[in-house]
Structure formats: C-alpha cells, structure tokens
C-alpha cells in the first residue's frame, strides 16, 4: 500500500520555526515529485511548494517565499519544508503528495496528478 505520512506540525509562536517531514511508505520517492499544500479552516488548499524527483527543481508559493525551504532526502525517503519566521497565516493542515508527471516546461507541474496523499499535519501559529 502506498502511504505518505507527515509529521513535524504543533504549535508554534509567531516568528518561530518547524520542520515537516513526509515519508513514504510502501513505495519509494526517488521517482516522485513532491509537493506540499495546505489548507486552513474555511479556505481552500493551497500549494505552498514542491520539489522535483531529482531535487532539481523547486517552486515557492508567494506568501512562503525566503520563509520556507524545501528538500529532499531520498536515502530517508522523505522530504522535508523547514518553515521560518512563522505567521499566524500560516496556521493550516499540511498536506503532503507525490506525482510522477515529469513535464517540467509545464508551469503548474507542481500539482499536475497527484497521486498519493498523506493524512495531514496541524500547524497552528499563535501567541
């Protein structure tokens, strides 16, 4: 069974820092683009970023650019968003999901089928 599962959300205060990871399970990564996405109460799930299967590529959404970094560890078979400087808009789900699609000429290959989602995991910034 292919599985993703992250890890890494909690509380944090304004300014403060965490790190999520995504592993799989069932399957390896090193095939897989990656991408991570959120969605907070009342809104829509949003891409935040996403990195390609070779760790070549990356794509930042706006609101999380400099703030946010993602990478990769296939040895582990996880990725990771190490998220700074946090901000209560940041408060979310976040999810992670991994695609295959490889035509990266294609400007939304971040979030072009996707094919495995992980459960979640809650971030909540607040003083």
């Known amino acids: 069974q292919l599985q993703l599962v992250e890890s890494g959300g909690g509380l944090v205060q304004p300014g403060g820092s965490l790190r999520l990871s995504c592993a799989a399970s069932?399957?390896?990564?090193?095939?897989?683009?990656i991408g991570w996405f959120r969605q907070a109460p009342g809104k829509e799930r949003e891409g935040v970023s996403c990195i390609s299967s070779s760790g070549g590529r990356t794509n930042y959404a706006d609101s999380v650019k400099g703030r946010f970094t993602i990478s990769r560890d296939n040895a582990k078979n996880t990725v990771y968003l190490q998220m700074n400087s946090l901000k209560p808009e940041d408060t979310a789900v976040y999810y992670c999901a991994a695609s295959t699609y490889s035509d990266y000429d294609d400007a939304g290959w971040c979030y072009r089928y996707l094919e495995v989602w992980g459960q979640g995991t809650l971030v909540t910034v607040s003083s």
């Open positions: 069932g399957f390896t990564l090193d095939y897989y683009n």
